[in-house]
């Protein structure tokens, strides 16, 4: 747990204002939480009022490639039949 976690920078929003990213399963991976990853982001969610994109939004790996959820609200990938696990973005605010 030497290094640090990796905030990525987008140089400028439709404001002129530089905006910083975590990967919520770096995070939860770089602070070694003991609990599976669905219900911790849930958790933390839900614990402090984030809002989905605004405090968040959520990506999955395969995005652009014409993948839609089924009807349970899943991503499988049509050429292993895994469902795609969703990647939770949260936006850093630095004070």
């Known amino acids: 747990m030497n290094e640090l976690i990796n905030i990525k920078v987008i140089q400028k929003d439709f ?22 990853f669905s219900n911790w982001i849930k958790d933390r969610i839900e614990k402090y009022d984030f809002v989905e994109n605004l405090d968040y939004f959520i990506a999955f790996a395969k995005f652009g490639e014409g ?27 630095l004070n």
């Open 15 to 36: 404001n002129g204002e530089k905006k910083r990213f975590v990967n919520a399963r770096e995070l939860y991976k770089w602070l070694g939480v003991g609990r599976d």
């Open 67 to 93: 993948l839609k959820p089924n009807k349970t609200g899943k991503i499988i990938d049509s050429d292993t039949g895994t469902i795609l696990p969703k990647d939770y973005i949260f936006s850093v605010r």
